[in-house]
């Protein structure tokens, strides 16, 4: 419930007070994310869906609005993204990285959700878009924004939310997934990044590891070496 994490969203924001700064990759905290998810069903359900998408993949805007059924894999639970809106057209991904993106729990009981919603029984072999506007169009970028500008300023508004960029959630997820000690490269791949670009933004957060030098440690010497006549130079 909305009312429990309070406490915690709000020591975040005074932790983090300035969101718009240019070139921002912030993340949420979990209980922010979860948060806006918890507030955008209560009061604008209709987006709801394509916000668990993000926050559950990590995948670019425009992926989540050309996303169709037929690259949906329920039973596989994953997600083959190999098409992007960018610019209004829907085209290639960014640099042109087709990749796979796991499922969820929480992400598959929305997808199914939406399945039996639109009574599309066979979901895997539908070329339909999976997330629509609440007209049941294609959902503008635009439009999409707005809606999010009225989600974020509200739940900063009454929840004190960081009111970040829709694009945070992808720097949640991947934040999420360093921290819990994935490994980079795999998220560099999911999110359809290089290496070089996960440890130049988000080095801060990877986990500090004791490199442990052991190995190289001189082993005890046993009496029978202890014989042996040292060795001269030369």
Request: glycine share 6%; charged share 25%; with cysteine.
């Amino acid at each position: 419930p909305i009312p429990r994490i309070m406490a915690s969203v709000a020591e975040s924001a005074r932790a983090h007070p300035n969101p718009n700064r240019a070139e921002s990759r912030d993340a949420w905290t979990l209980e922010e994310a979860w948060c806006l998810l918890e507030f955008a069903k209560c009061h604008e359900p209709k987006w709801y869906p394509i916000l668990m998408f993000y926050f559950q993949t990590g995948a670019r805007l425009g992926e989540g609005l050309a996303l169709r059924w037929d690259s949906v894999d329920l039973f596989g639970r994953n997600i083959h993204l190999r098409r992007a809106v960018a610019a209004g057209e829907e085209g290639e991904p960014k640099w042109g990285k087709h990749r796979h993106v796991p499922i969820s729990d929480e992400l598959l009981e929305v997808l199914k959700w939406l399945a039996r919603r639109r009574r599309i029984s066979e979901p895997w072999k539908s070329p339909e878009l999976v997330f629509l506007s609440p007209r049941g169009k294609q959902i503008l970028k635009r439009v999409l924004q707005r809606a999010w500008e009225r989600i974020r300023s509200r739940a900063h508004t009454d929840h004190g939310v960081r009111p970040l960029p829709l694009h945070s959630f992808r720097h949640t997820w991947v934040t999420m997934m360093l921290r819990d000690g994935q490994d980079p490269q795999w998220v560099a791949a999911t999110v359809g990044d290089s290496l070089e670009v996960i440890y130049k933004y988000y080095s801060h957060v990877l986990p500090s590891r004791h490199r442990d030098l052991s190995a190289l440690r001189r082993a005890p010497i046993s009496p029978e070496a202890s014989a042996l006549q040292p060795l001269r130079a030369g």
